[in-house]
T-cell receptor, first 113, second 118 residues
Framework: DQQVKQNSPSLSVQEGRISILNCDYT??????FLWYKKYPAEGPTFLIS?????DKNEDGRFTVFLNKSAKHLSLHIVPSQPGDSAVYFC????????????FGSGTQLTVLP | SAVISQKPSRDICQRGTSLTIQCQVD?????MFWYRQQPGQSLTLIAT?????????ESGFVIDKFPISRPNLTFSTLTVSNMSPEDSSIYLC???????????????FGPGTRLTVL
């Protein structure tokens, strides 16, 4: 049972344009969401997070939107840069848990110069 | 954020042997976790490493196969026992919180250990 889903395994975007990465979840007990970026042969790097009491969080070029009614979140990267090319994972934490992360399957973003 | 190192960074092992992976953090943290990323797949939590007590394992993972130690607030080990080719994965430790007990919801990851079992 995949509780966090990233339905697009890959995405290609032109440099300077917007990248939109999507994530859906099924468990309404998730109360905190995170996005990580992962390069090959490295551990995931934390990018941005959002609490379930908010619908938007922005940090520089990265903005995360949360739609609780749709159980959907998205990561916007504007403008996209070639260095953003990586695998992006969304992850979620359950209310009252020991704060373990449940990860989606990841989306490979390729930013074309 | 904490600086996290893992040893070894990679290893190639024979079937039936065991490998111990070390995770060292440059500051005291309240929580440490071990994850696995099998080829082409996402990250899966193996267990929560508890300081001074037995680790808490997720469904599908057992202590005999993945014994974990956490002797203090900055260090943990994961052993992959009696390895088979199916254990070939990247193993990652992550940390959260600080020694004052302040809990955050952001986990930071080590660089990972790439294990290949022949």
């Amino acid at each position: 049972d995949q509780q966090v889903k990233q339905n697009s395994p890959s995405l290609s975007v032109q440099e300077g344009r917007i990248s939109i990465l999507n994530c859906d979840y099924t468990n309404s007990m998730f109360d905190y969401f995170l996005w990580y970026k992962k390069y090959p042969a490295e551990g995931p790097t934390f990018l941005i997070s959002i609490s379930s009491i908010k619908d938007k969080n922005e940090d520089g070029r990265f903005t995360v939107f949360l739609n609780k009614s749709a159980k959907h979140l998205s990561l916007h990267i504007v403008p996209s840069q070639p260095g953003d090319s990586a695998v992006y994972f969304c992850a979620a934490i359950k209310v009252g848990s020991a704060r373990q992360l449940t990860f989606g399957s990841g989306t490979q973003l390729t930013v074309l110069p | 954020s904490a600086v996290i190192s893992q040893k070894p960074s990679r290893d190639i092992c024979q079937r039936g042997t065991s490998l111990t992976i070390q995770c060292q953090v440059d500051s005291q943290v309240t929580m440490m976790f071990w994850y696995r990323q099998q080829p082409g797949q996402s990250l899966t939590l193996i267990a929560t490493a508890n300081q001074g007590s037995e680790a808490t394992y997720e469904s599908g993972f057992v202590i005999d196969k993945f014994p974990i130690s956490r002797p203090n607030l900055t260090f943990s080990t994961l052993t992959v026992s009696n390895m088979s080719p199916e254990d070939s994965s990247i193993y990652l430790c992550s940390v959260m919180g600080d020694a004052r007990g302040r809990s955050t919801d952001t986990q930071y990851f080590g660089p990972g250990t790439r294990l290949t079992v022949l």
